[in-house]
């Protein structure tokens, strides 16, 4: 009898934040949107060793700072608290005092330490919050384990978002399951180096903070750090990670027989939520992939990639079903790369349209029908190296212009 090798790294079809056992979570809504959900909970019933990364922007908001220094402390958490709405940013020492609060509230109502509390939030930039209402959501909400309290998490994060976004994976780890579960929020100002974006990943693996960080921080660089949207970074975005030993096995380390397994579930965790953000930017149509091949490095490769799916003239040309290929030469030419335009190749999926230097003859009907779906995808070869990149991002459409034009009304 054969026997069948178990997947060493699989996804889990409707796995979620609570996937991983010890997780609990709920949403719930206070009033400070005027009728969805919008203040929730992740709570670990154990404290999590944790990994965060945060904005580039010179403007981080208070919740960031106190979630810094929160993990400053003891490098672990339990609970995550975090509402929409309002952003609580650029607020000045008020803003600082409010989210300090929260957190305080937060550590009351489940009867932890304040430094086991990280605090997030989302929304319009400039306003305070509403203390009372915040007050009553630390005070009634409601935590529990069922598929419904992850999708009531998941709704209470949301802004501009059309959908829920998460992802699960599970991978073997010295014979054991353990479970890698996401969930995000984010469908404007989305640029690579963060964006206004929140992510949370929960996992029952064995592993130190400061092991946990680097694995992330890895897993960021090839997902939300390879996406774009309208080329703006907010002061809100915080990706945070929390693995809370709950399967049993010899801690994880890169020098860990099975390292690569969890490392290639949290990386395709967070593609997978990277993607369903591209996808979901606002007012989008369409998911555009970017494949670049041949670089001169990775890092090459990478920014190439970034800059066509950044690139407004692309945008709206995928937005128009135009497969106009000189907007992706001049995305490619002003990259700062140095590369060698006889040699490089284009497609647009399958179809050759430019290949050394010269225009490749090709069916436009056929290939304007094929960016009218709902995935596309770009394909460049430098043929000058060994290195390779990608990149999601979305079309430009009318919707993006209506929907920020009155974002505060």
């Known amino acids: 009898m054969k026997l069948v090798k178990e997947e060493t790294v699989k996804p889990i079809k409707g796995g979620t934040i609570l ?20 203040f929730g ?72 330490p304040e430094e086991y509390v990280a605090v997030a939030s989302t929304g319009v ?18 935590v529990d384990a069922d598929p419904e309290s992850a999708q009531s998490f998941q709704q209470a994060i949301l802004t501009t978002d059309t959908i829920e976004k998460s992802s699960c994976y599970q991978v073997m780890i010295d014979g054991k399951t353990v479970t890698i579960g996401g969930c995000a929020k984010g469908s404007g100002m989305i640029h690579p180096n963060m964006a206004t974006m929140l992510g949370f990943i929960t996992t029952d693996a064995t592993i130190s903070s400061d092991v946990l960080q680097t694995a992330l921080k890895t897993a960021i660089d090839q997902s939300f750090n390879q996406i774009t ?18 399967v049993e096995h010899v801690a994880l380390h890169d020098d860990h027989p099975d390292w690569t397994h969890f490392q290639k579930g949290l990386t395709l965790v967070c593609e997978d939520l990277a993607k369903q953000i591209a996808r979901d930017g606002e007012g989008a149509t369409k998911l555009v992939e970017v494949n670049v091949t041949g670089a001169p490095s ?12 950044g690139s407004n003239l692309v945008k709206t040309a995928l937005f128009g079903g135009d497969p106009n290929w000189g907007r992706i030469v001049g995305a490619l030419g002003h990259s700062g790369v140095d590369l060698i335009p006889h040699q490089c190749d284009i497609r647009i999926g399958d179809t050759l349209v430019f290949s050394k230097g010269t225009p490749q003859p090709f069916n436009e009907e056929e290939v ?6 709902e995935h596309v995808s770009i394909s460049v070869s430098l043929q000058s190296g060994k290195g390779i990149g990608k990149a999601w991002g979305c079309d430009l459409t009318y919707d993006y212009v209506k929907i920020n034009a009155s974002y505060r009304t």
């Open 125 to 142: 930039i400039g306003e305070w919050l509403p203390m009372d209402k915040m007050k009553k959501g630390c005070s009634e909400i409601q």
């Open 298 to 309: 990775h890092q090459d490769a990478n920014i190439l990639a970034k800059k066509i799916v």
């Open 368 to 373: 304007s029908r094929y960016m009218q779906a």
């Open 19 to 38: 996937s991983p056992l010890g997780y609990k979570a709920g949403g719930m809504h206070t009033g400070l949107r005027y009728a969805k959900k919008d």
């Open 229 to 246: 949207v309208d080329g703006e970074t907010s002061t809100n975005d915080m990706v945070i990670s929390l693995a809370n030993g709950m």
């Open 41 to 112: 909970v992740i709570y670990s019933e154990k404290p999590a060793q944790c990994g965060a990364v945060y904005t580039q922007s010179h403007f981080q908001a208070a919740p960031l700072k106190v979630t810094q220094e929160s993990i400053s402390q003891s490098h672990k958490l339990q609970a995550i608290v975090v509402n929409s709405a309002i952003a609580n940013a650029c607020t000045g020492e008020q803003g600082l005092r409010d989210a300090y609060q929260t957190r305080e509230w937060t550590a009351e109502r489940f009867q932890i």
